[in-house]
């Protein structure tokens, strides 16, 4: 297999609120973004406090899980009580909170979390599409007809999310499972990607022969072309024939 993932702070941003990790173990592969939000620090705060619980929890304990898609929702819960709880023992991080998306690849499966807009995708022989789904005003009017696509993306509210980490005691996270093949990629990223290029534009770059680290690269250069309005953060996977 083949893994890399990058941030960048983007052009108008004076904080990098956006974390991610990975985490490889005997045959899975873990990867974890988050785009925090709060004043002063804390969406930082609460961006690198997700995904460190979300993957402490998971080291800890995913030998005890037959069924991944039960683990990632215990992850996810952990994770929401770490950060609803320090940021009401803090009057400095009250109200702070972050997105998450998951990726969880386990021989050829593939198992998806998110809470809020930041967003994992899926190439395939098929086709390139979201598996994610976003927890955003934006997403709400586009579902009941009130705005068109093209009105999205101009939104004025399009950065207001309607679940995050942190934000409740309890959070309840979008997951899906689907099959995974070799030559297939995942690719995760928070809305600095996506709000800055169209996914057809996405799926370009990612069909390019060119290495994983250059794909990361000129997708986040790209956006940073087109404004770098937010913090940019990107993690692609792709799965690699294995040799028989």
């Known amino acids: 297999m083949q893994l890399y993932s990058s941030t ?10 956006d974390y991610y990790d990975n985490y490889i173990v005997d045959d899975m592969t873990l990867m974890v973004v988050a785009d925090g939000m709060g004043g002063h620090n804390a969406g930082e705060i609460a961006s690198e406090l997700a995904v460190k619980s979300f993957v402490y929890f998971f080291k800890e304990n995913y030998e005890k899980y037959d069924n991944y898609l039960d683990l990632l929702k215990d992850c996810v819960s952990y994770s929401n009580s770490i950060i609803y709880d320090e940021s009401h023992n803090n009057e400095e991080l009250l109200n702070m909170g972050t997105t998450i998306v998951v990726a969880l690849i386990k021989d050829n499966s593939l198992y998806i979390l998110n809470v809020g807009d930041s967003r994992a995708y899926f190439l395939n022989q098929y086709g390139f599409r979201q598996l994610s789904k976003d927890h955003s005003l934006v997403n709400d009017l586009l579902s009941n007809g009130t705005i068109t696509e093209e009105e999205a993306r101009t939104y004025i509210q399009r950065n207001v999310i309607t679940r995050s980490l942190g934000s409740e005691e309890s959070v ?3 997951m899906i499972a689907i099959d995974i093949e070799e030559n297939d990629a995942v690719l995760l990223c928070t809305d600095g990607l996506n709000t800055m290029l169209e996914d057809h534009e996405i799926e370009e770059i990612l069909k390019e022969k060119i290495t994983i680290e250059d794909k990361v690269n000129k997708l986040i250069d790209e956006s940073l072309k087109n404004g770098g309005n937010d913090n940019i953060t990107i993690s692609l996977f792709i799965k690699e024939e294995v040799a028989k």
């Open 8 to 17: 960048d702070i983007g052009l108008q941003r004076k904080l990098n609120e």
């Open 172 to 174: 309840e996270p979008e």
